[in-house]
């Protein structure tokens, strides 16, 4: 096993994933500036936690960056585990000013605060968040919009110089089945959807700043529904400002950032056929759709039968939940089970391939349930060929296959996950929820940990244990699993991987 393990290890290009993790340390200094600046301007004196924080990101990034690898090229697992390492490191450090300032004491909260934002989560230990400094409740949401397109894809808009080979990085970050490129050229696909992504956060503000929002809430509280992440700066989220006209510029927008951003890029350059050809648009609008015209009819009585307010709270919910943001603008804990599950099921379900939502994705979904009505055709018409399409194209066999893989996963690494979180012995509901809601990338559950509640009362070990769920949801499996399949003795996960990828690009 030892020898297996550092022969695996040496196979690995880690000078290439030193000059990863170092232009991620030092992208992350560079942003870990903004915060600064708004400390100076609220003259609130954190500045010097930052500064710390940004000087050593800035020379162990020069450092990394330095050191030339022997091959320029670099392989699926390489760029898997880059990934892997870059979010962790992007974790570690984004948690660290919480901890030098003072504002968060215990480094393992700290840590699963920075997870939980740059993941694009919402899930905090947080009891009080009004009693934060602006510093701090900036840099939270900022992570939200940092992690929401991904880091690493926003380094890649920056190179000067990419190759096919970046496309590793960007598979593996990016959320979805299958990640290609928009244009040609790898650069050029970052910096359109990195285009896309600002001017839909700059639209929000304004939309935002016109309903008389300050400017610091509007900025906060769109960097959480541009990344889908939900981190708020009000103890009862968006309910706070019980202002309808913010309840649905919020609702648009999150359901916006939970399309695949593929989509906008086809209505930038009027090719309007595939975007109303697509299925996973279709079925993510209608699931939208659907879901609110039931929460309402379910949630009437509740609100003495205003229709108006339930539309609005159950779009609100709806919204969130299945865009994985998971912003609240009221205690749907109290609406009736049937709403309540609903809200469970988009959960687990998520927001559209290709966009800053969490969860199993819309499209997995469509083409597991294609592949079930096939295997019956197939059962009651032996003779019958046929196979499965999306959007008029027929899915390649073994994509099918690794969507089933995915699926089969997730299922087990979230019964791995409950099994270790219930040695906190908190209640049956609170316990299932928090792990769906960490590995969904969605925030609040249910119990103790809802949308009035927060995950404070876990232990450290299940704070670390959410940590991981979280990371292995944004990353979705695949690049953790990697990551670890040395140590794990999974002698041919990597080595099919990169044929599989080498084929694609």
């Given at each position: 096993?030892?020898?297996?393990?550092?022969?695996?290890?040496?196979?690995?290009?880690?000078?290439?994933?030193?000059?990863?993790?170092?232009?991620?340390?030092?992208?992350?200094?560079?942003?870990?500036?903004?915060?600064v600046?708004?400390?100076?301007?609220?003259?609130?004196?954190l500045?010097?936690?930052?500064?710390?924080?940004?000087?050593?990101?800035?020379?162990?990034?020069?450092?990394?960056?330095?050191?030339?690898?022997?091959?320029?090229?670099?392989?699926?697992?390489?760029?898997?585990?880059?990934?892997?390492l870059?979010?962790?490191?992007?974790?570690?450090?984004?948690?660290?000013?919480?901890?030098?300032?003072?504002?968060?004491?215990?480094?393992?909260?700290?840590?699963?605060?920075?997870?939980?934002?740059?993941?694009t989560?919402?899930?905090?230990?947080?009891?009080?968040?009004?009693s934060?400094?602006?510093?701090?409740?900036?840099?939270?949401?900022?992570?939200?919009?940092?992690?929401?397109?991904?880091?690493?894809?926003?380094?890649?808009?920056?190179?000067?110089?990419?190759?096919?080979?970046d496309?590793?990085?960007?598979?593996?970050?990016?959320?979805g089945?299958?990640?290609?490129?928009?244009?040609?050229?790898?650069?050029?696909?970052?910096?359109?959807?990195?285009?896309?992504?600002?001017?839909?956060?700059?639209?929000?503000?304004?939309?935002?700043?016109?309903?008389?929002?300050?400017?610091?809430?509007?900025?906060?509280?769109?960097f959480?529904?541009?990344?889908?992440?939900?981190?708020?700066?009000?103890?009862?989220?968006?309910?706070?400002?019980?202002n309808?006209y913010?309840?649905?510029?919020?609702?648009?927008?999150?359901?916006?950032?939970?399309?695949?951003?593929?989509?906008?890029?086809?209505?930038?350059?009027?090719?309007?056929?595939?975007?109303?050809?697509?299925?996973?648009?279709?079925?993510?609008?209608?699931?939208?759709?659907?879901?609110?015209?039931?929460?309402?009819?379910?949630?009437?009585?509740?609100?003495?039968?205003?229709?108006l307010?339930?539309?609005?709270?159950?779009?609100?919910?709806?919204?969130?939940?299945?865009?994985?943001?998971?912003?609240?603008?009221?205690?749907?804990?109290?609406?009736?089970?049937?709403?309540?599950?609903?809200?469970?099921?988009?959960t687990?379900?998520?927001?559209?391939?290709?966009?800053?939502?969490?969860?199993?994705?819309?499209?997995?979904?469509?083409?597991?349930?294609?592949?079930?009505?096939?295997?019956?055709?197939?059962?009651?018409h032996?003779?019958?060929?046929e196979?499965?399409?999306?959007?008029?194209?027929?899915?390649?066999?073994?994509?099918?296959?690794?969507?089933?893989?995915?699926?089969?996963?997730?299922?087990?690494?979230?019964?791995?996950?409950?099994?270790?979180?219930?040695?906190?012995?908190?209640?049956?509901?609170?316990?299932?929820?928090?792990?769906?809601?960490c590995?969904?990338?969605?925030?609040?559950?249910?119990?103790?940990?809802?949308?009035?509640?927060?995950?404070?009362?876990?232990?450290?070990?299940?704070?670390?244990?959410?940590?991981?769920?979280?990371?292995i949801?944004?990353?979705?499996?695949?690049?953790?699993?990697i990551?670890?399949?040395?140590?794990?003795?999974?002698?041919?996960?990597?080595?099919?991987?990169?044929?599989?990828?080498?084929?694609?690009?």
């Amino acid at each position: 096993m030892i020898y297996y393990l550092k022969h695996n290890l040496h196979k690995v290009n880690w000078a290439m994933i030193g000059n990863v993790l170092g232009m991620v340390l030092i992208a992350q200094g560079c942003l870990m500036f903004l915060p600064v600046l708004v400390d100076l301007i609220y003259q609130e004196g954190l500045y010097d936690s930052y500064l710390i924080v940004i000087a050593i990101c800035l020379v162990l990034g020069y450092v990394l960056t330095r050191k030339r690898a022997r091959m320029n090229s670099y392989f699926a697992k390489d760029g898997m585990i880059a990934v892997g390492l870059a979010w962790i490191v992007l974790s570690f450090f984004g948690g660290l000013p919480f901890y030098l300032s003072g504002e968060i004491p215990s480094f393992v909260d700290c840590f699963f605060e920075a997870v939980s934002g740059f993941t694009t989560t919402g899930s905090s230990i947080l009891e009080e968040v009004e009693s934060l400094k602006h510093a701090t409740l900036f840099w939270r949401s900022f992570t939200h919009w940092i992690g929401g397109m991904g880091i690493l894809v926003f380094i890649l808009a920056l190179m000067p110089k990419s190759n096919d080979r970046d496309m590793h990085i960007m598979r593996a970050e990016a959320p979805g089945p299958t990640i290609g490129k928009l244009v040609p050229r790898m650069r050029q696909s970052a910096m359109i959807l990195y285009a896309m992504y600002m001017g839909l956060t700059v639209i929000m503000v304004i939309l935002l700043l016109i309903g008389k929002m300050p400017l610091f809430d509007a900025l906060c509280n769109t960097f959480g529904t541009a990344g889908t992440g939900g981190f708020a700066i009000k103890n009862t989220s968006i309910g706070a400002y019980n202002n309808a006209y913010y309840e649905v510029i919020i609702t648009v927008f999150m359901i916006l950032f939970g399309v695949n951003f593929n989509m906008y890029y086809f209505l930038l350059i009027r090719d309007f056929k595939q975007v109303f050809r697509n299925e996973e648009l279709r079925a993510y609008l209608g699931i939208i759709l659907f879901s609110i015209t039931c929460i309402t009819l379910n949630v009437l009585s509740i609100y003495n039968f205003d229709v108006l307010k339930s539309i609005r709270l159950a779009s609100f919910q709806v919204g969130s939940i299945i865009t994985t943001t998971g912003y609240s603008s009221c205690d749907y804990t109290i609406w009736p089970q049937f709403s309540k599950m609903i809200l469970f099921l988009l959960t687990i379900l998520g927001a559209s391939a290709g966009s800053t939502g969490g969860g199993v994705k819309v499209s997995r979904m469509l083409i597991i349930v294609k592949k079930i009505k096939l295997d019956i055709q197939k059962l009651l018409h032996p003779q019958k060929v046929e196979a499965i399409t999306m959007d008029g194209k027929v899915v390649d066999t073994e994509v099918v296959n690794q969507i089933l893989a995915f699926f089969c996963s997730f299922i087990i690494i979230v019964g791995i996950i409950i099994f270790l979180v219930s040695l906190n012995n908190l209640d049956f509901e609170t316990t299932i929820t928090a792990v769906i809601t960490c590995i969904g990338n969605v925030g609040p559950g249910y119990g103790l940990c809802g949308p009035m509640g927060n995950f404070s009362m876990f232990s450290n070990f299940s704070k670390i244990v959410l940590s991981i769920a979280m990371l292995i949801g944004r990353l979705e499996i695949y690049p953790i699993l990697i990551f670890l399949s040395p140590i794990l003795g999974i002698r041919n996960v990597s080595k099919s991987f990169h044929k599989r990828n080498k084929r694609r690009a």
